[in-house]
């Protein structure tokens, strides 16, 4: 969520005074207080000086306040509690900007009871129905993380219809790591593998929230529908019309259609009975042993629901399975599969063990070709009454790579901000450099000014909001343009995926860039002689 962050203090008065006010068991000198310190100008505030299960809401507010009293343009940046803070402190004060990140803002209905983690004294001080009756004096702009696991997204998207907020929705969890500059995700999802920069985002007002999630609004509900891959739909179909379902696995990159054509193969097996008969988990949250013994097997041992032979049980993300639960999976396939079959999905097949594969029937999804990427988004663009020009059709091609669901949220997040999409405005809400503009950077190196090269880099990671592992695939796609020999073309690449594991370790983005650059400006004038 850190560049979505950024990208939204981008559009906040620069005359702004930031403060963050860090969580229930944070610090305000814990990691995000650092990275909104050093990247934001915002000053942490020391909200407690007791323990937090001690901690009284008021007298948080009231420190709050002794803060910005004299301050006339404020913007507070709250995360979990702190965002519950934030706003609290706008219904009693002239704030111009709240920006919470799964603000822990209960909606009225919550039994605060079967809320665990924190004391009932507390709880019952934080549940505040005015914050979603009184009307606050300012802009509040919320981010939820569809990953989060602390605050449920469902209290943020009632405070932004009763406010009629802004809401950023990312895929992604909410919490940070640091190393060096580069700012990144939680250690756990790096360890899962996943992409350590927002996968997916889409802006929505807080009216209409859930009608206008467009990955899920325009999600396939039938096979027919399934966007690419003719071959594996045609099989699908044929399974669902005989009633009989192999072990399967669907390997391939994220946004090609795996997760959609599992559902929409259930809801063709199973019609109306599909949620009692189907069971999904992402293998990357429960990937342990206890889950294969404990969830999947207590569901693939009862009976199907009504006239079915069989269930399915989906394992999401099922290639970062530890390896002994991957062994206990392979024992609970073989058992059960007189009444349960399982379809496993997973970025690379390679990562599942033999035994497992040798049980199921695999089906390898490419991404999705331009022609149909810009089928879908034609479709999109006619139900939302969108103008999208061709050059616009272009830029969504080119910034998905192939992943549907990147396309949908990009169109979504232009839409955003103008019917008429053009690639102009695509690049620039999309954290996405202009390939002629990489282009640039590297002839500009090549050539053998390095400054104007540097001076160059900086432009774009400000203009862009990039980060440095942002930057560098897109040096990477950029060099194959270039019209050097092959054999020059071969020692960039090298010199780029040397700087790429640098990155990716924690090196600092700055220092390794301007690295690049340098062996760029130094292979320029080889070439040269």
Not at 115 to 122: D, N, V, W
Not at 165 to 172: E, I, T
Not at 484 to 513: A, C, M, W, Y
Request: aromatic fraction near 8%; proline fraction near 5%; hydrophobic fraction near 40%.
């Amino acid at each position: 969520m850190w560049i979505g962050a950024y990208q939204v203090r981008m559009t906040v008065d620069s005359s702004s005074k930031f403060y963050y006010i860090h969580g229930y068991l944070s610090s305000p000198d814990g990691i995000k207080g650092q990275l909104f310190h050093r990247f934001f100008d915002a000053y942490p505030i020391t909200y407690r000086t007791v323990p937090a299960d001690q901690l009284v809401i008021n007298d948080c507010l009231n420190e709050i306040h002794k803060v910005i009293a004299s301050e006339n343009n404020v913007c507070l940046i709250g995360s979990s509690l702190g965002g519950l803070l934030a706003a609290k402190t706008a219904l009693r004060h002239k704030i111009n900007t709240c920006i919470l990140l799964n603000p822990a803002l209960i909606p009225p209905a919550v039994d605060i009871t079967s809320i665990q983690g924190m004391p009932q004294r507390i709880l019952k001080e934080m549940k505040d129905d005015t914050l979603f009756n009184d009307p606050i004096d300012g802009r509040i702009i919320i981010l939820l993380g569809t990953k989060d696991e602390v605050v449920p997204n469902d209290w943020g998207i009632a405070f932004a219809k009763a406010q009629q907020a802004q809401v950023h929705f990312y895929h992604d969890d909410h919490r940070f790591s640091i190393h060096g500059s580069a700012p990144r995700y939680h250690p756990r999802f790096i360890i899962t593998k996943r992409i350590n920069h927002i996968l997916s985002y889409t802006i929505f007002s807080g009216a209409d929230a859930m009608d206008t999630i467009w990955i899920e609004k325009y999600r396939p509900k039938t096979l027919d529908e399934v966007a690419g891959h003719p071959h594996i739909i045609e099989r699908l179909q044929a399974y669902a019309k005989a009633k009989n379902v192999p072990h399967l696995i669907f390997a391939g990159p994220a946004g090609t259609g795996k997760t959609t054509s599992v559902l929409a193969l259930s809801k063709e097996l199973y019609g109306k009975t599909w949620k009692q008969n189907f069971n999904e988990l992402n293998a990357s949250d429960e990937r342990g042993i206890e889950v294969i013994r404990g969830k999947i097997k207590d569901f693939a041992r009862t009976a199907p629901i009504g006239n079915n032979p069989f269930k399915i049980i989906f394992l999401d993300e099922a290639d970062a399975l530890t390896p002994p639960a991957q062994a206990a999976l392979r024992r609970t396939i073989e058992r059960y599969t007189h009444i349960c079959r399982f379809i496993l999905s997973a970025n690379y097949s390679s990562k599942i063990i033999e035994p497992i594969q040798s049980r199921c029937t695999v089906f390898r999804f490419r991404p999705l070709t331009g022609e149909d990427i810009t089928k879908y988004m034609r479709k999109i663009a006619q139900k939302e009454k969108l103008t999208i020009t061709p050059d616009g059709l272009e830029t969504l091609i080119f910034v998905s790579q192939g992943d549907l669901r990147k396309a949908i949220n990009v169109l979504q997040v232009g839409a955003s901000v103008s019917k008429k999409i053009t690639a102009e405005l695509l690049f620039e809400t999309s954290a996405t450099a202009k390939p002629d503009d990489v282009h640039e950077l590297i002839a500009v190196a090549l050539k053998g000014d390095f400054m104007a090269a540097r001076k160059k880099l900086y432009d774009l990671l400000i203009q862009y909001g990039l980060s440095g592992e942002d930057l560098i695939k897109q040096i990477h796609r950029s060099i194959y343009d270039l019209s050097i020999p092959d054999v020059k073309k071969v020692k960039l690449i090298e010199q780029t995926g040397e700087i790429e594991f640098r990155l990716t370790e924690g090196s600092n983005e700055h220092i390794q860039l301007e690295t690049l650059l340098a062996q760029f400006a130094l292979a320029g004038k080889n070439l040269k002689e």
